[in-house]
C-alpha cells in the first residue's frame, strides 16, 4: 500500500511536470487558427442578404465546391434567403489570403509586391472580422468580390503561397490594433484622402505621390452612351456634365449635370458605382466631352485612389524595394508586427 501511494504521488506529480513544460513551451496561438467567413458571390452582380432579410440554413459540407467558374475547398454553408441561396465559406484565414493574393494580383508580380499584398490583405480582414456587424445570424465576415477584396479559391501558385507563408501572421496596426487597409488598382500619381472617399480621417491613409505608370489604366479614355449614363444616376435628357469640384488630389468630386429642367450635382463616385467599375475607372477625370450620343471621359487611374496602389507597389518591387519599404509608404504611421505578440 505504502508502494503504491508513493507511485500515484509520483505519477501526479509527472503529470502536473508535462503539463507545465507543454504550457511552457506552446507555441503563441497564431493566425493558423484564425478563421475566416466569406460569402460568395457572382463578381459581376453580387447580391448579398439585407439586414432584416428572413433566411434558413440548409445544409452544411466540407470539401470543394464549385460556384460561379471557381473551386472553393473548406467548409460550406448554403443558406436560403428571399433573394435566392447564399455559400458561406469559412476556412483558416492563411489559406483564404492565398485566393486573395491571387485574384488581387496574380502570379507574375514581384515577390516583394505579393508580400506587400499579402500583408494589407490580412490586415483588412482582420479589421472587417473585428469591426463589421453582420446583418443576421449566417456571420459572414466580408464578401468575395470588390465590395470587399476578391478572393478566388483554386489556380493559386507556389509563389503566392510563399509570399503568404513568408509573412505569416504579420499585420499593420495603429494604436496597437489592426488597420483599415484600403487599398486599389492604379493611382494615376498620387493615392486619395480616406475622407474624401469613405468619410473617415485615417492618419495612416493620407494621400503619397506614387508612380503607377507600369499600369495599364495609368491613362484611360472611355466613351459612355448617354443612356447608359441616364440611367445609372435617373436622371433624364442630359445636354452636358462638367466636374464641379474636386478633391484636395484634384480627383473629381462632384458632377454638374445639365439637362432639360436646369442643373444639378451628382457625386463622381456614385456615378462611377452605379455605371460599373469598369466602366469609369476612376474619378481622376482629366478630360470631359460629347460627341453625338456619347460622352467621352479621359482620366487617370483605377479604383477608389485610398490605401496601397498595387501597380506602384510593383513598380518599387522592381526597382529593389521591400515589402516593408511599400507598406511603410502607403500606410505612413502603421505599424508592422505580428498577430500573435
Given amino acids: 500500500m505504502f508502494c503504491y501511494k508513493i507511485h500515484k504521488i509520483f505519477y501526479a506529480g509527472f503529470l502536473v511536470s508535462l503539463l507545465s513544460f507543454l504550457i511552457a513551451f506552446s507555441p503563441m496561438p497564431s493566425l493558423a487558427t484564425e ?18 432579410e428572413k433566411i434558413e440554413k440548409m ?33 483558416p484565414l492563411e489559406d483564404y489570403l492565398k485566393g486573395v493574393v491571387a485574384a488581387e494580383v496574380g502570379s507574375k508580380w514581384e515577390d516583394e509586391a505579393l508580400k506587400a499584398q499579402a500583408v494589407a490583405s490580412r490586415t483588412y480582414a482582420l479589421y472587417q ?20 477584396q476578391v478572393y478566388r479559391g483554386d489556380m493559386i501558385s507556389e509563389n503566392i503561397i510563399k509570399a503568404v507563408n513568408s509573412t505569416n501572421g504579420e499585420v499593420l496596426v495603429y494604436d496597437g490594433v489592426p488597420i483599415l487597409a484600403f487599398y ?17 480621417d485615417l492618419p495612416y491613409l493620407k494621400p503619397v505621390e506614387t508612380n503607377s505608370e507600369i499600369s495599364p489604366f495609368h491613362v484611360w479614355e472611355k466613351r459612355i452612351p448617354v443612356l447608359d449614363i441616364e440611367r445609372a444616376i435617373n436622371i433624364k435628357q442630359i445636354k452636358g456634365i462638367s466636374p464641379a469640384s474636386q478633391t484636395i488630389t484634384n480627383r473629381v468630386k462632384d458632377l454638374r449635370i445639365l439637362t432639360s429642367n436646369g442643373e ?17 475607372p476612376s474619378t481622376m477625370i482629366t478630360e470631359l466631352s460629347k460627341d453625338d450620343d456619347y460622352f467621352i471621359f479621359q482620366g487617370k487611374g483605377y479604383g477608389h485612389g485610398v490605401g496601397m496602389c498595387q501597380w506602384s507597389a510593383q513598380q518599387m518591387a522592381k526597382e529593389g524595394k521591400s515589402y516593408k519599404e511599400i507598406l511603410s509608404k502607403f500606410y505612413p504611421g502603421a505599424i508592422l508586427k505580428s498577430y500573435a505578440d
Fill in 35 to 52: 478563421i475566416i467567413r466569406v460569402l460568395i458571390v457572382d463578381a459581376k452582380n453580387p447580391v448579398i442578404p439585407q439586414k432584416n
Fill in 129 to 148: 472580422k473585428n469591426n463589421n456587424n453582420m446583418p443576421n445570424q449566417m456571420s459572414y465576415h466580408l464578401t468575395s468580390s470588390v465590395l470587399h
Fill in 59 to 91: 445544409g452544411i459540407t466540407k470539401g470543394e465546391v464549385g460556384l460561379y467558374g471557381k473551386k472553393y475547398s473548406g467548409i460550406l454553408e448554403v443558406w436560403k434567403g428571399k433573394n435566392g441561396l447564399y455559400v458561406i465559406n469559412e476556412l
Fill in 184 to 200: 486599389h488598382s492604379t493611382s494615376g500619381g498620387h493615392t486619395e484622402d480616406c475622407s474624401e472617399v469613405f468619410g473617415k
Fill in 264 to 280: 444639378r450635382l451628382y457625386p463622381a463616385k456614385d456615378l462611377r458605382k452605379n455605371l460599373g467599375w469598369d466602366k469609369l
